[in-house]
């Protein structure tokens, strides 16, 4: 299989006022085409930052970060990113939003394909009737419909998400779930997913990666045994309920481990 | 007008009217020497004498064009200075206490040097308010310039924006916002600097009316001139208003 993302004996420390933050720490593992990666591990533990190396916000202290066998030099398009904090453009309206990626020399369209791409993803996040609005009468849950939309309206062959559906309701969240694996199977993408849910790790994924508290090493890669396409039904099934239960204890391990890391420093302070 | 426009403005006109009275009742309660104050209605008269036979619209036109200007020419430098200084760390570093040295002299102490070196005409009084309305400007900016979070930026990034589309489509529309501040404030700093230059010997303006006045004695052509420098202020700043409602419609404000 074709190698499209590598992670090689990576290590990342932030030099802070406190002193040097070691945040990643020798991390080494492939992501192939068409694979469907899910990072889970305690918060704070270093997952945003390991995906933003991938993304070319950061620069690895040590090791080597490729993608498509070179190493990742800056942000491109062909890796589209869904941030934690949305990042919507508040000056532009939905629809706006929606086509900012399409009005960019990088992924020319015409305007009739624009609208129709726009009006495609209005309807699909359920944005259609707030298509002129500006972010600030959206509600966060839309807030976070609206990035998706964005980052998928310029059709990255890559995915790298960051919590998308953190904020959303329960009964949005399957909605999109079900919607990114739809979208998957039409366009077959490849998605480097970080999440702190266990249940949408394994619906999702086709490889788990769990990592450990910060600094963030691979405690433990799973391959996920259900093909696609998938559907909602699979999470009745034991096999699930097997892997969400010894999932569940390696994350609470390291859940355990943070805390622990945690109650010096707040003592010290 | 509809009903609550209505009511907004009468709201409005309410403490001006509570003013007028206060100023009638502090003549009339003889604690002070009424000579000392001309009451309301005799300084509409006055204002009504001055318009019609002593070109008070000339002094009005002046001064609002040497604000104008100078608050134009201030702004227009202080756009692209405060830009750098906000985008720049090193560059902030390496001004910031020099912005402030400079912003923290009140504009009237530079007048004698002013005069020594740009004379007594309108260059002089165009170079204090280019100087008054570019440190307030310059620091408005810079402060707001530096606030603007990367995070936009790496969006736009990773939908492929190169480094021109990024100034033009992210970091124009962000920067708007402080753009109108800085007028708005570099606005209110050049009139409260208005009648310092025109001690300058100005033969005209409402500065120079004010001074001539009070040479005489002529309280209520004072009383004018600081009722006009007060009412063309707050037009000017509703009329900026206006325009910053308008332009930036998408900002999250409660009261628009
Ligand atoms: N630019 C930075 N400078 C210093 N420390 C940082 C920086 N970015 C993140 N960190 C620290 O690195 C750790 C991991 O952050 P992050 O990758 O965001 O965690 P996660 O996404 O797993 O919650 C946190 O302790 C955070 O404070
Ligand atoms: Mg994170």
């Known amino acids: 299989m074709n190698k499209r993302a590598q992670f090689d004996k990576v290590s990342l420390a932030f030099d802070t006022p406190k002193g040097r933050l070691n945040v990643v720490e020798d991390v080494t593992y492939d992501i192939n085409d068409g694979d469907f990666i899910a990072v889970i591990g305690p918060s704070g533990c270093g997952k945003t930052t390991m995906m933003s190396m991938l993304a070319g916000f950061q620069k690895p202290t040590t090791g080597k970060v490729l993608f498509d066998g070179r190493p990742v030099a800056g942000p491109g398009p062909e890796r589209g990113v869904i941030f934690q904090e949305y990042g919507v453009f508040p000056w532009l309206t939905v629809k706006q939003n929606i086509a900012f990626g399409l009005t960019l020399n990088a992924n020319h369209v015409t305007t009739a394909e624009r609208d129709a791409i726009c009006d495609h993803y209005l309807g699909l996040m359920g944005l259609s009737d707030f298509a002129n609005s500006y972010p600030k009468h959206l509600s966060g849950g839309m807030r976070q419909r609206l990035a998706i939309a964005r980052a998928y309206a310029v059709k990255p062959q890559f995915l790298l998400m960051d919590e998308p559906f953190g904020a959303l309701d329960a009964q949005t969240r399957s909605n999109m779930q079900n919607l990114l694996l739809k979208v998957l199977e039409t366009e077959g993408k490849t998605v480097m997913l970080i999440t702190h849910s266990v249940e949408e790790a394994i619906y999702l994924a086709s490889r788990i990666v769990v990592v450990t508290a910060r600094p963030a090493r691979i405690k433990k890669i799973i391959d996920v045994p259900f093909a696609y396409p998938r559907d909602e039904s699979i999470q009745e099934r034991p096999e699930f309920a097997e892997l969400r239960s010894h999932i569940r204890q390696l994350v609470m391990d390291e859940y355990r481990a943070q805390q622990a890391q945690m109650r010096p420093v707040s003592f010290s302070e | ?256």
């Open chain 2, 1 to 256: 007008m509809n009903g609550a426009g209505l009511r907004r403005f009468g709201l409005g006109l309410l403490p001006w009217i509570g003013a007028i009275l206060l100023w009638y009742a502090v003549r009339w309660s003889g604690f002070v020497n009424v000579s000392l104050i001309p009451a309301p209605h005799q300084v509409a008269a006055k204002s009504f004498e001055l318009l019609t036979k002593e070109g008070l619209l000339i002094d009005i036109f002046v001064s609002t064009r040497r604000v104008f200007l100078g608050v134009a020419l201030g702004i227009l430098a202080a756009v692209p200075v405060g830009f750098l200084l906000g985008w720049y760390r090193p560059a902030r570093t390496f001004a910031d206490p020099m912005i402030n040295f400079f912003r923290a002299l009140p504009p009237i102490a530079l007048i004698p040097l002013v005069i020594v070196y740009f004379g007594v005409d309108e260059l002089a009084k165009l170079v204090i308010l280019f100087y008054a309305s570019f440190f307030s400007g310059v620091i408005v900016m810079y402060e707001g310039v530096s606030q603007i979070t990367p995070l936009y930026i790496r969006v736009a990034q990773t939908l492929g924006a190169n480094q021109a589309e990024i100034f033009r489509k992210v970091i124009i529309p962000l920067t708007v916002p402080h753009i109108l501040t800085a007028l708005r404030v570099a606005l209110g700093v050049a009139w409260a600097t208005l009648v310092a230059s025109e001690l300058i010997a100005a033969q005209r303006g409402l500065g120079a009316m004010i001074q001539n006045a009070s040479t005489y004695f002529l309280l209520d052509v004072i009383y004018v001139g600081i009722i006009c420098i007060g009412l063309i202020a707050l037009i000017m700043d509703l009329i900026l208003r206006k325009i910053t409602a308008r332009l930036l419609v998408w900002q999250d404000r409660a009261i628009v």
